[in-house]
């Protein structure tokens, strides 16, 4: 389960302060889907990566599995998202001149995965990603669709129980994104936790039951079940 | 080894960024190879002179006047003879024959029908048919010296011009083997008597003595016993010449060190600038390492690991490298730096003489300021905001 | 000074000195900001950024560990070489004992050895748990560390620029030898009992650490470090140097006796400090390190094996004993 409580973020720079996120609450059980809407500059992009503990909150906390991750040491939240959250970025954010499945196995090292197992973990997560076909293949030669599916390769290759997704289907076309649809369904069903933060109407076409909460200027609007 | 994950990925790492790291392999490589030939040359140098000083006798004894070496009387001999613990006196025949300024060439005159006080001598003289050498006025010559008179069309002799002003023909008999190596590229030997008509000594003096004292603890003593006897007389130990050529050399190879030293200083400054202005796809690589997991620690891990991959490798490319240069080309241009361009002994050959501890002062200093350098430059990559990359 | 400091090794070795010194202050300033700035319960940017800093302190103290530990194998192969310089000197000890200083800088540079071995493994527990249980502790031992190495430093300086080499020193047989009929050995010890006690504590420390019982690792650890040295020099160094009457911790390290001795004391620092440490942490903080007991264990078996095989070998050989 996760828990945002109270939270708070405030950018400083020499124009002043600027509120990013001001007393965002919210909860989000285990095997959820929630999707998290607004327009960009809202935060929604600031709260996911607190939620990875890639930002820290000015003040309030994200409690994941009753530990709040703003205050763990950075080897342990480093070992949380290795092992059980999963990232995928707008713009993919993988090594451009390593090789798909050398891509997907970064976060293996991380654990200290030994290489064999780790090999076969990731063949497993682009099996199931759809781009096993592309294993070799350096990055840098696919296409974003293809790359957004290693990314989503190297988000489950650990098997996390936690998936954030930062704007998954900006850069991609309108086939591509049902392809990241179907594969967000498919995962949602096995149960994995699931956040995403977009603005592409697109996942409106989702077959699944799901919590949308809209955001606006770094304030929650409204929180709401839909069912898909 | 093979099953680990995190060497597989430094591998990866390392050969996919070629282009990232070239441009210091190159640098460090040519520094190493600097440092290590001259350090080499100078260790070669070292250790043929230690050599020939093994067959040195153990004291010298010279007369002093007026703060300079004088020739000694050979009526020395039978008191220096009486001394308990004294073996074998040798009066020695030797100096320098001035061709002009620059040039000059080392007679020694020897004893050919006693042993010789240089073992070096003593295997040469025993090479040689000497009923043969001694019918006429014959020499031997060093290579440097061959070279020189054969430059100069003196084919099968040469005419010595004595300090009395008359001419002393002799014989190339034979041109010395090269193997004793730097001391004996710019002699001739020739009989006593010949040596001293060359060197302008009257027949009963010497240019010194040279003692066996073979008991190492009565050394000071005799020493001591000498330099009351004869007012004047100088005693030289062989330790105290060991003593004195190591130093000089060390000397050398010292300074040569020194310039080192502000040359890795640049050259550290290079790699400082290198790792703090890291290329922003470097940047970006290690933003995305962070967020699929990796920790502080694991970033700092890699880095260090990188570096010390890339100083392995630098190291023993130069190392070998450094190897060929000096003894199997001779270091061409870096043999006149260090020896002096006008010298006859510019002819040898570097024998190859490895001394490891040479080689651990070359890692050492390369390795302790390649990772002075870079640690903080590492430390501040690696705890970048992933988030500011990443957006 | 003079004409010393121009030596290549001398150099060279000062230098990395200069650059551990420094990193050394780096470390002490580290420390001191870490130590008052601290506060786990605080939010603020400072905290995170301090969390950070600690990184760098570790990596220091990681390079430092490193650096120092080549440093001192390198520093005693240069007194070696220096000792031709020095009128009497025939090894490291003569140059050692060349001015008061040689002594302190071994056996301070020895000590901030362990002291960073121990801080890793302090600092590698406290970054495990979830709460920096001993942060403060830790970097208080840091500041400690770093102070010692920056006295290292200026013994460094002391010491080599205190060695005169027109003054004749001592050489290792008038410093360890038994010439004058005076019996070195501590507690009364003959050359027998030591021996038998030596092989007594050795096998008592095995068995400590086989049955895991820290208290008895903690006692005969530094039991058996004593004895061990009076055993290598005045008993094994013997098989060693195949010379009954030649007693000295130095020579054993030069070409001659195939640098064995950098071996033997190698093995016998590292593996006592591992069990020291072992124990001690598992004692403090209930939490075991095997790998160090591991090598604690094989450490001391291979220090002791090579010196019976040398005591063996002589006596296979030459069918008697010296």
Sequence with gaps: MIEVKNLNKIYSSFSGDVKVLSDINFKINDAELTIIEGVSGSGKSTLLSIMAGLEKPTSGEVVIDNDSIAKLPDIHISRLRASTIGMVF?????????????????????????????????????????????????????????????????????????????????NLDYKNSKIFLELITKLSKKGITIVIATHDPIFKELELNYSLIMIKSGQILSKEQING | MLNNSFLHFLALSFFTNKKRFSGILVVSFFILLLLSSTLFISSSIKGSLKKSLNYQP????????????????????????????????????????????????????????????NENLDALVNKIDLKEFLSKENMLVGASVKKYLNSHYYKDSYNFLTPKGEFLKLNIYKELPNSSGLVSQDVVITT???????????????????????????????????ESLFFGARVVTKEDINKKIASLYDYKGGVFLILYLIVIFAFSLILYLRYTIATSIERKEIATLRAVGWSI??????????????????????????????????????????????????????????????????????????????????????????????? | MGDLLLNSYEIVYLSSEVITTIFAAILFTLSLKLLFGWDINRSTKEQYYLEKVAYLASTLALFLFWVKTILYIYLVYTLDELSIYIAGAMCAAGVVSANSYGLWLLGIKAIS???????????????????????????????????????EGWLNYSYIVNIDTSLPVSCCSTLFGNLEGENPLPFNLNTISLIILFFLLFIAFELSLLIDSKLTTLVVTPLFLVLSYYSVVYFFGTYIYEVPTHNCPFCMMQKEYNYVGYILWGTLFFGTSFAIIWASVALWLKQEYRVLKKLALILIAIFVALNSSYFMLYYIKNGVLL
């Design chain 2, 192 to 226: 006593k008597d010949l040596a001293k008509k060359i060197l302008g000594l009257s027949s009963n003096e010497v240019s010194d003595f040279a003692l066996s004292v073979p008991n190492p603890s009565e050394r000071e003593n005799i020493r001591v016993k000498i």
């Design chain 2, 58 to 117: 153990d004291f010298i004894i010279q007369n002093i006047k007026a703060g300079e070496s004088f020739v000694a009387s050979s009526r020395w001999r039978e008191k220096l003879l009486k001394i308990h613990g004294v073996i074998a006196v040798n009066g020695r025949v030797y100096g320098r024959f001035f061709l002009d300024k620059k040039i000059s060439f080392l007679v020694i005159g020897i004893d050919f029908f006693s042993k010789q006080t």
């Design chain 1, 90 to 170: 707008q713009n993919f954010n993988l090594i451009e001149n390593l090789s798909s499945l050398d891509n997907v196995l970064t976060p293996l090292i991380a654990l200290k995965t030994p290489l064999k197992e780790a090999k076969y973990l990731a063949e497993n997560a682009l099996k199931v990603a759809n781009i096993e076909h592309q294993k070799n293949q350096v990055v840098s030669k696919l296409s974003g669709g293809e790359k957004q599916r290693v990314a989503i390769a190297r988000a489950i290759v650990a098997n996390p129980t936690l998936l954030l997704c930062d704007e998954p289907t900006a």
């Design chain 2, 297 to 391: 620690k694991d970033v700092i891990k890699l880095k260090l690991l990188e570096n010390l991959t890339l100083i392995f490798i630098s190291f023993s490319l130069a190392i070998i490298a450094s190897y060929i240069f000096v003894f199997i080309f001779d270091a061409p241009i870096l043999r006149a730096i260090f020896l002096g361009g006008d010298s006859l002994s510019l002819n040898l050959k570097f024998k190859p003489y490895i001394d490891y501890g040479l080689i651990s002062t070359i890692f050492i200093i390369y390795l302790v300021t390649y990772l002075a350098t870079t640690l903080i430059p590492i430390w501040r990559i690696a705890i970048s905001d992933p988030k500011e990359v990443l957006r």
């Design chain 3, 113 to 151: 050895l362990f002291l960073l071995l121990l801080w890793m493994v302090l600092n590698s527990y406290d970054l495990e748990q979830k709460n920096y249980p001993i942060f403060k502790k830790k970097i208080v031992l840091l500041i400690f560390i770093s102070l010692f190495i920056l006295l």
